[in-house]
């Protein structure tokens, strides 16, 4: 079956920078959108960022424009998740998602158009 494994997470100070990756296999990664989301303690899974399958088009939510910033390398069948400036609210489990559903009808900062998920990897901001 599918798999979408997530690494680089752990423990950073505030104003840090950490790099998550997820590699996923069993799918042909090119035909998949892709997105990052990450679920605080006793809050809703939220998305924070998008990547479309050819890696040309990308969605931010706002507390993350201009510190994080997402890539795909499809010859890895890898996403990447660069996040600078790091702050205490950033701390959360961070999971990456797959979609083969079209991006131009949008969609990709909900919970519902991603059919895959990874396990997570837990990112930690100490301030």
């Known amino acids: 079956q599918v798999q979408l494994v997530e690494s680089g997470g752990g423990l950073v100070q505030a104003g840090g920078s950490l790099r998550l990756s997820c590699v996923a296999s069993?799918?042909?990664?090119?035909?998949?959108?892709m997105g990052w989301f990450r679920q605080a303690p006793g809050k809703e899974r939220e998305a924070v960022t998008a990547i479309s399958w050819s890696g040309g088009s990308t969605y931010y939510t706002g507390s993350v424009k201009g510190r994080f910033t997402i890539s795909r390398d499809n010859a890895k069948n890898t996403v990447y998740l660069q996040m600078n400036s790091l702050e205490p609210d950033d701390t959360a489990i961070y999971y990456c998602?797959?979609?083969?559903?079209?991006?131009?009808?949008?969609?990709?900062?909900?919970?519902?158009?991603?059919?895959?998920w990874g396990q997570g990897t837990q990112v930690t901001v100490s301030s």
């Open positions: 998602a797959a979609s083969s559903r079209s991006w131009l009808y949008g969609g990709y900062g909900t919970r519902g158009y991603y059919e895959y």
């Open positions: 069993r799918l042909t990664f090119s035909n998949y959108n």
